[in-house]
């Protein structure tokens, strides 16, 4: 039988299923990445505007997050691509023209083949070095525009909020030291901040804005200046004037706990194989898993577009993205779950591809109807 397989390879079947599956294919593809990557921009647009980045540069970071969730759309968009080619046949009564001539789900199974391979070799590749790569170039990017604070671009003449309206900023001039510098400074400067429903405004001739070199954390320092707090006209108003008032902006300790996950995220896989511990094992094992998952879709897809001509079209589909929702939560579980110390490296993330192919291969059993006979024959469902 498994040779009687290629005679169909290159065959008017073997290209008409090809076909139809990379049609679909391409054009769920163009949908998906058209929501996912415009709605990135959009947030992207909104977060320069609150941060105050300069739009021109969104384009490099827009285009590292399209590359960097490209593995994960190329997943799902073959995945139900090949349910609809699939259940397209069974719609039409394709299938049972080419179930009769000795053609069932083993047979798609391996028609499909190529692009499943070839999406496999892609995203393994994308996985394992070009999304690395593209979250480190994101981080340069980001730390070249953003220099580790919201402050950092300061629109000179015009009144700014911060922290969701709870710091209202505003400096007459404002001119960065150097182009590859963190410090920037600006003058006649108005803060105002709500702390503990009490109002505090600061006024100060001269503000510099830097980052400390030992803590990493970022500084607004204030000079010749008074500091007010509490309301006009109340006894409880305090005035202070002050030669020098450093404030605080970004915690350096806060900077640290998040770098410590991404920097992860951002190395190559050689030097997280060579630097071992349970975050690099837990990013390894997730940048393995999506090509893996690849192959136990592809053939999750062939079963699931097995359907009647009277099942609801949308049925399948349904089922399909419920079973990539959990099975991509699942994995990103496990991947916590690693890295917090709870589950054991060696288990890790592969726990959840065998629980899959458990489950396929049960599924597998009773389309063919060979799970009932096994049940039959066991003496406590029997009775």
Not at 86 to 109: H, P, W
Not at 193 to 207: H, N
Not at 368 to 376: A, C, H, N, P
Request: hydrophobic share 50%; proline share 3%; net charge negative.
């Amino acid at each position: 039988m498994f040779f009687n397989i290629f005679k169909y390879k290159n065959t008017i079947i073997s290209k008409y299923l090809l076909q139809s599956l990379l049609t679909y294919f391409i054009a769920i593809f163009l949908v998906i990445s058209l929501l996912v990557f415009g709605n990135q921009f959009v947030l992207t647009v909104q977060e320069s505007v609150e941060f105050g980045i300069p739009f021109k540069e969104l384009t490099p970071l827009v285009g590292f997050n399209m590359l960097r969730d490209t593995p994960i759309i190329l997943t799902l968009s073959l995945f139900l691509s090949i349910i609809i080619t699939i259940s397209q046949l069974y719609k039409n009564s394709e299938a049972v023209i080419l179930n009769s001539i000795g053609l069932n789900d083993k047979n798609f199974i391996r028609l499909i083949q190529p692009i499943v391979l070839a999406a496999f070799v892609i995203i393994f590749c994308m996985t394992l070095f070009a999304v690395p790569w593209a979250k480190y170039e994101k981080s340069i990017a980001e730390d070249a525009t953003v220099n580790a604070s919201e402050f950092s671009f300061i629109s000179e003449g015009k009144f700014e909020s911060f922290k969701e309206g709870d710091i209202v900023f505003y400096a007459s001039e404002s001119d960065q030291l150097k182009s590859d510098s963190s410090e920037q400074v600006m003058e006649e400067i108005f803060i105002y901040a709500d702390s503990d429903s009490k109002p505090i405004i600061v006024l100060a001739s001269e503000a510099i804005k830097f980052t400390d070199s030992n803590t990493k954390s970022t500084f607004l320092r204030l000079k010749d200046g008074t500091r007010y707090e509490g309301l006009p006209g109340k006894q409880n108003v305090s005035i202070l004037e002050f030669l020098q008032y450093d404030i605080e902006i970004v915690s350096g300790e806060a900077q640290k706990a998040l770098i410590s996950f991404s920097e992860i995220e951002e190395q190559s896989s050689i030097d997280l194989l060579i630097k071992g511990g349970l975050l690099a094992n837990a990013e390894i094992q997730w940048r393995l898993s999506q090509p893996i998952s690849i192959l136990i879709l592809s053939v999750f897809g062939v079963f699931l577009g097995k359907s009647s001509p009277r099942t609801g079209k949308g049925v399948s589909l349904l089922i399909g993205v419920i079973l990539f929702v959990l099975y991509n939560n699942s994995l990103l579980v496990a991947k916590s779950s690693i890295e917090n110390g709870i589950l054991s490296p060696i288990i890790g993330l592969w726990i959840v591809h065998f629980f899959l192919f458990l489950i396929l291969l049960i599924y597998y059993q009773h389309r063919e109807g060979r799970l009932s006979r096994f049940v039959d024959k066991i003496p406590f469902f029997n009775h």
